[in-house]
């Protein structure tokens, strides 16, 4: 998603600017720029590509000023150009824009009416030339911003600069998080507080609406309906080593290895009294339904289909889970007994934000389950439960999907314990098993020697198969999204006994089949869907706790674990495999081509 910095500082912001950018790269971009004043006068730089281009470009030809706006642009209208990169500028403003402006086509006709023409594809364009229009017409800056700002229909966050007005960012919010930074003598406003780690941890979240006029000294916020209102201000511990890779080549690297430390220290608070308190109305509201609907994207939708399972198997509760994006397709039959459990690691994902509106409408509980706790998800969810992951960075969700399934598990075992639907003995059994989870995984990355060795052979492959049953079945999808988002190598996921019934025909000496089979009650069909694949002589990377049967291409061996636990275990070596053949292959493994750490519009 794209990434929006302002400053209103007292050295030259260009520097801390692009440092800031730097923060935001994880979201994912491809064209990157930055606007100041200099003596009330608009400078402006921009460069396609990565920020080391931008930042090559300021040394060639520097631009100076105390105040100034930044942006990382990934690209939704118009292609990755200089020209449609940002800030977009019009005469006496220039605006960033994170978001998508619905109603730009509508604007566009208006303004060419008047005889102002675009000159690029975007839909941010819009708003530079509409609010010079306003203050062609006599409007003041602040009031010019306002009008432009109330004539934009879907998601934005905005930062305006106007020449002239060298103390002044005029910001606003609508469906996109923004941030206001409060320093000793400095205002700062981004789309994520990351970007102000180094710079200020005072800091206050604009809501939905919101509308706000900074200036070094003062900042006045106003709502949707016009009034001033206050917002809190907040602390973060926007720590550097938590925006640092601690030695590892890359984020994704050091977010996969701290997962046991991740885990435990997650689990440990989940302990505490403070963290039963946390999980109480949760628990409450799960007990008290009659149906749930689990929804999520991505990774994050594959954790809800792996606590489909668990809430069925522990809880005996009916549940249907729901890829976000699907959601408005459908006409269910919700009424207040159906409780929706949202899954997200950002808390900003658009499709997932607009599910949970959908159901809150329909009468529903919201219950949702979050890495970014001051996020718009948690905001508007009747009941928000934290997954404790940390700040990741990399584009590729690993802690977090693993602590998205230690949350849900941890819930499910409450819900377990309060309905006693499962016999209790094995609840038990399973409590003290779930506690052994941060152990099992990091037994799980001892295998990463041999994961590294098969991954510098995968990426000879074009397309590559992950399969599984029942809760691993998820761990397939998850296995080739993981592999596909970073790798670039076409991989599909599906349920083993599905193969039979048409992937089986992809299946000969060029296709390696991962297949994911703890020794479970299922494991014997698993082996006779790698039987299948054995005599087309598909090439077996079998991922279990047992050797499995002769003929299998490679094996990676993994610790045994209660098989209700096993897709947190075996989330560890889909994220290596994939992990290692990216590296291998070269690619960009924390900033994938083309995607974005959170996808903030439909
Ligand atoms: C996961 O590796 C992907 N980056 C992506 O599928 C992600 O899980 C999805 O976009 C959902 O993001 P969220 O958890 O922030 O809602």
């Not at 400053?7 to 950018?21: F, K, Y």
């Not at 008290?288 to 594959?302: D, K, N, P, Q």
């Not at 990399?394 to 602590?403: D, E, I, L, Q, R």
């Not at 094995?426 to 295998?447: N, V």
Request: net charge neutral.
């Amino acid at each position: 998603m794209c990434g929006i910095v302002g400053m209103l500082g007292q050295n030259e912001v260009a520097p801390i600017l692009l440092e800031s950018l730097r923060r935001l790269e994880y979201r994912g971009y491809d064209s990157a720029g930055i606007a100041t004043l200099r003596d009330g006068k608009l400078q402006r730089r921009r460069a396609v590509g990565k920020l080391s281009e931008l930042s090559d470009l300021l040394v060639r030809n520097p631009i100076q000023g105390l105040s100034g706006i930044g942006h990382t642009r990934w690209a939704t209208h118009g292609p990755a150009t200089l020209e449609n990169s940002h800030p977009h500028q019009s005469r006496s403003v220039a605006v960033v824009h994170n978001g998508i402006v619905e109603n730009h086509l509508e604007l566009r006709a208006q303004l060419s009416a008047l005889q102002i023409e675009h000159k690029t594809e975007t839909d941010t364009e819009s708003i530079t030339l509409l609010c010079q229009y306003h203050l062609e017409q006599g409007l003041a800056h602040a009031e010019a911003a306002l009008k432009t700002v109330r004539s934009l229909r879907g998601a934005f966050a905005l930062a305006f600069l106007f020449e002239g007005e060298e103390d002044c960012l005029i910001v606003a919010r609508q469906g996109s998080p923004l941030v206001i930074g409060h320093g000793q003598s400095e205002t700062y406003v981004t789309s994520d507080s990351i970007a102000l780690t180094g710079l200020t941890d005072r800091i206050t979240y604009l809501q939905d609406g919101d509308f706000a006029c900074l200036s070094r000294r003062k900042i006045s916020i106003f709502n949707c309906g016009g009034e001033e209102v206050s917002r809190p201000l907040e602390r973060r511990n926007i720590d550097s080593a938590s925006t640092d890779k601690g030695g590892h080549k890359h984020f994704m690297s050091k977010e996969i290895y701290e997962q046991p430390k991740i885990l435990a220290a997650a689990i440990e608070r989940y302990e505490t009294s403070g963290g039963m308190a946390e999980l109480r109305p949760a628990v409450e509201m799960v007990s008290s339904c009659r149906r749930l609907e689990l929804v999520g994207c991505g990774t994050a939708h594959f954790a809800c289909q792996v606590a489909g399972y668990w809430f069925e198997w522990l809880a005996g509760i009916p549940v249907s889970t729901t890829v976000a994006s699907e959601f408005s397709c459908r006409k269910q039959a919700f009424d207040e007994q159906t409780l929706g459990i949202f899954v997200s690691q950002s808390g900003e994902t658009a499709d997932t934000l607009s599910a949970l509106r959908h159901m809150k409408n329909a009468g529903c509980g919201t219950l949702s389950l979050l890495n970014v706790t001051s996020s718009t998800m948690a905001r508007e969810s009747d009941v928000s439960l934290p997954i404790h992951a940390g700040v990741e960075i990399g584009v590729a969700s690993t802690k977090a999907f693993t602590c998205q399934l230690l949350a849900l598990a941890n819930l499910v075992l409450a819900v377990a314990e309060r309905r006693r639907y499962a016999d209790q003995d094995r609840i038990s059994r399973l409590r003290k098993e779930f506690r052994r989870l941060p152990a099992l995984t990091s037994a799980a990355l001892a295998a990463d020697d041999g994961i590294k060795s098969i991954a510098g052979e995968l990426g000879k492959f074009v397309s590559v198969l992950f399969i599984g049953r029942g809760a691993m079945y998820p761990l397939a999808l998850e296995g080739a999204l993981k592999l596909k988002e970073i790798s670039y190598i076409h991989a599909e996921g599906l349920a083993s006994g599905e193969l039979k019934h048409g992937t089986l025909a992809l299946v000969d000496d060029k296709m390696p089949v991962v297949v994911l089979a703890p020794q479970d009650q299922l494991y014997a069909k698993s082996l006779s869907s790698s039987e299948e694949v054995k005599a087309r002589r598909g090439k077996i990377i079998l991922v279990s706790d047992t050797t499995g049967p002769t003929g299998i291409w490679r094996t990676v061996p993994l610790p045994s674990v209660d098989p209700v636990f096993a897709p947190i275990l075996y989330a560890i070596p889909m994220q290596l495999l994939a992990y290692h053949t990216a590296v291998h292959l070269g690619t960009d493994v924390d900033q994938p081509r083309n995607l974005a750490k959170s996808v903030t519009v439909e």
